[in-house]
């Protein structure tokens, strides 16, 4: 009897190691994300959320795209181009690439969704703006097409970096629920379903156009908005990806030989906005002695230090390092309380004042609170108006000129790696988020959007960065930092327009 309970034991035990080894390749197939928010549609052109556009790499393909490694463009669907002139450029695309539903790419589909839907007013897209310098867009064959401009326009192909073709014959026949609810693309990724509120299922494309990829069979995206819930489902193993964790849990993940943080700066700025031309209100803040006090009196590198615990990195420029048009050599303004004072009192000012600021972020709000006990040493009461979880108000109150005292706001880019996607959003006189209107900013911006010149670009980009940090418009904190909690077998590359190609991450 003895022996066959050996055989039963080792048996049984066998059992167990191929149940653990099947489960483990099962798990291979499978990538479980949680992400911090609900999609608010599935069509990539009605809104410019993150977690949709994020969606869109799996389901579709851009135009042009980026080496990760020197952030220079590369073919996608378009697989050459050139400039004809000063407003013409000349695409050709791959040949043998074919939507989810069995049609084939052409030029007519670029067509198609940049004049008969992105530009169509009718649509109403939010991402028309960044097309508007587009005249009109002519199929010159199966394959290619020609892109013709209102002027001389330097950003082309940063903008083609998010044109997803959509199928015409799909958006004509499933209409706008159907567009909004059942994307078809051309990209590694097949829609499966969707449980609004609660997740949405991708699986592999097994007709894609790049060979080996996709590396994970099936993306399954977990929307969990409660940061904590998300740590405590990465925790027990309930998923394998969190979004957007906070600095704080970095430590228990980092503890877990099962688990890894993975993190990086963004190419996306915090700020202070001040209002120095008084649009919300007259403040002690049109005085740009008062400005330049309020950048001295904060310890800008103790703060982050501490709150993010050595993950973030400090900003001295308004534009973004990494972009085109970035000036290392701008400096923003030195912890100097003492200078701070006698900037105060020569201002008239010495007994200080009370100041409003704004923001909608938590860790902007752990910022401001430590700003405030710095600023109060120099007389300078803050009051904080928080309004996280009511950015659609804030972004109202913003754009309608009743934002008092100080902004404190987060922009960036994910596709224009360009000083344009920043500055010209916050300094042309005409647009809404402008609280410091300079006219020589307002002229330099608007030129590097006409001049095919780089060296001129450069030159304007320096000269609007050193104003903006000269007459203490903003005062530049830190890049946001993306941290992402995950399995330690799972190979994830990073990158800092937060665009996470999963069609290239796999389980080693």
Known sequence: MKPLKIHIV???????????????QAQKGTLIYAVDGEFASMDIYASVQINLLNLFFQVNDPLVDRDPRDNSIKPALALNWRRVDPLTWEFTLRQGVYFHNGVELTAEAVRFTLMDFILN????????????????????????????????????LERMTYLFPYEPGYVKCAGPEGVATRPVGTGPYLFQKWE???????????????????????????????????????????VDLAANLDPEM???VESRPDLKILDGPTFRLNFWQFDGSGRAGKTPLTDLRVRRAICHA????TILRVLLKGRGQMADSPAIPGHFGFDSTVRAYDFDPAKARALLKEAGYGQGFDLDIWYNYGFQGMFNQAAAGYLADVGIRLNLKDYRGNVGHLVKLLNSGRVTGIGNFTWGSIFVFDADAVLPSWFLLKEPRCYNPDPDLDRWLRRTRTTLDHAERQ???????????????????????SIYGARENLVLEFRPDTMLRLDKAYWK
Not at 10 to 24: D, I, N, P, R, V
Not at 123 to 152: D, Q
Not at 298 to 301: E, G, P, S, T
Request: aromatic share 10%; charged share 20%; net charge positive.
């Open 10 to 24: 080792f048996a049984a035990a066998m059992m167990l190691l191929w149940t653990a080894a099947g489960q483990a």
């Open 121 to 156: 007013p009718d649509k109403r897209s939010p991402l028309a703006g960044g097309f508007s310098w587009l005249k009109s867009t002519e199929v010159t064959g199966r394959y290619t097409f020609r892109l013709i401009t209102h002027k001389p326009y330097p950003l082309v």
């Open 196 to 238: 609004r509120g609660h997740k949405l299922v991708l699986t592999a494309n097994p007709g894609y156009w790049r060979p080996g990829l996709p590396r994970i069979k099936k993306i399954v995206y977990r929307v969990i908005p409660e940061v904590s819930t998300r740590e405590a489902e990465l925790l027990a193993g309930g």
């Open 250 to 252: 970095i430590e228990k």
């Open 298 to 301: 904060v310890d800008r590198q």
């Open 459 to 481: 030159r304007l980009f320096s000269s609007a960065q050193r104003r903006i940090v000269d007459q203490a418009y903003w005062l530049p904190l830190n890049l946001n930092h």
